[in-house]
C-alpha cells in the first residue's frame, strides 16, 4: 500500500481480520447489516509512521450517534482541567485565542473563557453537550473545506489544541496546512496522542481499532511536521489513556529542543519504535498475547465459572473481534454510558449493562477493558472477592 502521507510504498505487516465500527453500539432489534472493514496495519520506514491500511469514512464513525463521552471519567476531566492550566501558564496571555480540535463535549475548553475559545466537534451527540454546557463549539469536522464554509479567522490562534483526535483523522496533509491557516505567527500547536512507544511495551494492540488510523511516536511527527516547516520543540509522556505522549510544535526552524525530547528520541531508538523491526516484534508478541488470553479465558471456563466484562471500550472491540469472544463466552459488559446501555457490542453482540447492577451481580471473573481507568474503576468497585483480568497481564 501507500503511504497516507508521502504516498510512497508502505510495509503492512499485521492483520486483525474482519472488525466493525470500535463505537457501533446496536440497538438489541438493530435490522441493517452490520458493516465490517478489515483492520489491517503498515509502516512506513521513512516517515517512522505507522498506520491503517483502510478505514470507514470518518462520517461512518463521527455522527449524531458516536457515544464517548470525554467526562465520563473523573480522572479525565482533572487531566484536562490540569493540562489548561499548565498550558495558560506556559504559552498563553491573558486575550490568547485557543482553539481545540476534537473538543467532544467541551471538558477542556470549559477552562477557557467563550470569548477566546472555539471547538470544532462533529459528533452533534457530543456537541449538544458542550453547547449545553456554554462552550463555543461548531458541530463541524476541522479541514480547509470547513474553514472557509465558516469564515475563520486567519493566523488568529494562539494554540491549536487536540487531545484523542489528531491520529483519527485519516488527510494530515489537510489537517496540518488547516492548522497553518489558523495559527498566529508565535502560536504553538499541542496535541496528545496514544504513543506507540507505550502500545509497544504494554501489547496493548487494543490501541489499534478505526478510529486510531495512526500510532504515533516522537519520530513520525518530528518527521512529518518539518515537512510542512514545524518544529518539534518538546515531547511529554502522559499517564492517560495507557500510555500517551504530548507534543508541542513552533513554526520554522527552532534551534533550541528541550533536553527531554532528545532523550525520549534516543529511547525510540533504542526500543526499535522508530523502525521496522519494531513493528516485527510488536506483531509477534500480539500473536501470543491472543493465544495466552484465550488460554486463560478456557482455563476459567473449565471451572464453570462465568465471566463478564467491565468499561465498553472502543478498544474492547479490537480484542473480542481479534480473538473471537462472543457472547456465549462473556454474558455482559458493565458501563456507565447511557448511550452504550441496553445495547450491544460491535461485532460480538455481548449485551451492554447499567453498571450500577455490576454490585449486586455474582461474576468472580471480570475482563476489565477499560484497564487504563482501573484505578478510578477499582476505586468504585471494592468487592475484594472479585478476579479482574485483561489481555495485558
Ligand atoms: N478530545 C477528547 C475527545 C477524543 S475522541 C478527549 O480526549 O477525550 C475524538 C473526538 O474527535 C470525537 O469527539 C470526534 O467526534 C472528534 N473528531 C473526529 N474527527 C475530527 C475532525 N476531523 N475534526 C474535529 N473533530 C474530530
Ligand atoms: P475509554 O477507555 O476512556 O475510551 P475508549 O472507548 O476510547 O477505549 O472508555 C471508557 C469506557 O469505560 C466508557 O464507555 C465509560 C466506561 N467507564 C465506566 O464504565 N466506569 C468508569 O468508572 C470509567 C472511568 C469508565
Excluded at 478505514?55 to 484536562?80: A, E, L, V
Excluded at 506556559?90 to 467541551?106: P, W
Aim: proline share 3%; glycine share 4%.
Amino acid at each position: 500500500m501507500k503511504c497516507r502521507i508521502d504516498k510512497k510504498s508502505c510495509k503492512v505487516f499485521l492483520n486483525f481480520g474482519k472488525m466493525p465500527i470500535a463505537n457501533g453500539f446496536l440497538r438489541k432489534d438493530f435490522k441493517k447489516k452490520e458493516y465490517f472493514f478489515n483492520l489491517e496495519v503498515a509502516f512506513n520506514e521513512r516517515l517512522s509512521l505507522f498506520q491503517l491500511s483502510r478505514n470507514p469514512s470518518p462520517q461512518k464513525m463521527f455522527n449524531k450517534h458516536y457515544p464517548f463521552y470525554t467526562s465520563s471519567s473523573k480522572n479525565m476531566i482533572k487531566h484536562f482541567k490540569n493540562t489548561a492550566k499548565w498550558i495558560k501558564k506556559k504559552y498563553l496571555k491573558k486575550k490568547s485565542n485557543v482553539l481545540e480540535i476534537g473538543s467532544n463535549d467541551g471538558t477542556f475548553l470549559k477552562n477557557f473563557k467563550k470569548e477566546f475559545s472555539l471547538g470544532f466537534e462533529p459528533s452533534k451527540s457530543v456537541h449538544l453537550i458542550a453547547k449545553k454546557r456554554k462552550v463555543n463549539s461548531f458541530n463541524f469536522f476541522f479541514n480547509k473545506k470547513n474553514l472557509k464554509l465558516l469564515n475563520i479567522k486567519h493566523k488568529f490562534y494562539d494554540l491549536v489544541y487536540g487531545a484523542n483526535v489528531f491520529c483519527h483523522i485519516p488527510n494530515q496533509v489537510d489537517l496540518i496546512k488547516t492548522i497553518d491557516k489558523v495559527l498566529s505567527k508565535n502560536g504553538t500547536i499541542i496535541f496528545e496522542e496514544p504513543y506507540l512507544g507505550s502500545m509497544y511495551k504494554k501489547i496493548s494492540y487494543d490501541q489499534i481499532y478505526d478510529e486510531h488510523i495512526y500510532m504515533f511516536s516522537i519520530a513520525s511527527i518530528e518527521k512529518i511536521y518539518k515537512l510542512f516547516g514545524f518544529t518539534l520543540i518538546d515531547a511529554a509522556p502522559l499517564k492517560t489513556h495507557g500510555g500517551s505522549m504530548r507534543y508541542i510544535l513552533k513554526r520554522g526552524n527552532v534551534l533550541k529542543k528541550s533536553k527531554r525530547l532528545k532523550n525520549l528520541i534516543n529511547i525510540e531508538k533504542k526500543y526499535k519504535v522508530n523502525s521496522f523491526k519494531g513493528c516485527l516484534m510488536f506483531k509477534r508478541k500480539v500473536e501470543l498475547s491472543k493465544n495466552k488470553l484465550l488460554k486463560k479465558i478456557k482455563h476459567i471456563i473449565s471451572k464453570k465459572e462465568r465471566i463478564c466484562g467491565y468499561g465498553a471500550t472502543s478498544k474492547s472491540t479490537t480484542i473480542l473481534n481479534y480473538c473471537n469472544i462472543d457472547n456465549k463466552i462473556i454474558d455482559c459488559i458493565f458501563d456507565t454510558t447511557k448511550d452504550k446501555i441496553g445495547k450491544l457490542s460491535p461485532g460480538m453482540h455481548i449485551p451492554i449493562e447499567d453498571y450500577k447492577k455490576f454490585k449486586n451481580s455474582t461474576y468472580k471473573y471480570v475482563f476489565l477493558f477499560a484497564w487504563n481507568h482501573r484505578k478510578e474503576i477499582l476505586k468504585k468497585e471494592k468487592n475484594k472477592n472479585i478476579k479482574w483480568f485483561t489481555h495485558l497481564n
